[in-house]
């Protein structure tokens, strides 16, 4: 059974930084990566990466975002730094498309509020 499993949400002040988590299992995927959603939009794209460790980030985030992954753990990390009100949404772990596709497996979602 294949699963995502999201940690790492929270609330922080604006500026401040967070460090999400997704532990997949049940399959070794390709890409993985995470979408956002705020409320009343639609859901969007963040950042993805390959197995090899290519990466497609969302142009509102890079600078900002980085997005790395354990092959070893199965694991795939968002850093997420200099944070905006605009960054409040639930983040979504994403696997099993292929090149730079949206996969058809989600985690559950992790909130992320960035508010002072």
């Known amino acids: 059974q294949v699963q995502l499993v999201e940690s790492g949400g929270g609330s922080v002040q604006p500026g401040g930084s967070l460090r999400l988590s997704c532990a997949a299992s049940?399959?070794?995927?390709?890409?993985m990566g995470w979408y956002r959603q705020a409320p009343g939009k639609e859901r969007e794209l963040v950042a993805q990466?390959?197995?090899?460790?290519?990466?497609n980030y969302a142009g509102y985030v890079k600078g900002r975002f980085t997005i790395s992954r354990d092959n070893a753990k199965n694991t795939v990390y968002l850093q997420m730094n200099s944070l905006k009100p605009e960054d409040t949404a639930v983040y979504y772990c994403?696997?099993?498309?292929?090149?730079?596709?949206?996969?058809?497996?989600w985690g559950q979602g992790t909130q992320v509020t960035v508010s002072s």
């Open positions: 990466i390959s197995r090899n460790s290519r990466t």
């Open positions: 049940g399959t070794i995927f390709n890409v």
């Open positions: 994403n696997a099993g498309g292929g090149v730079w596709s949206t996969g058809d497996y």
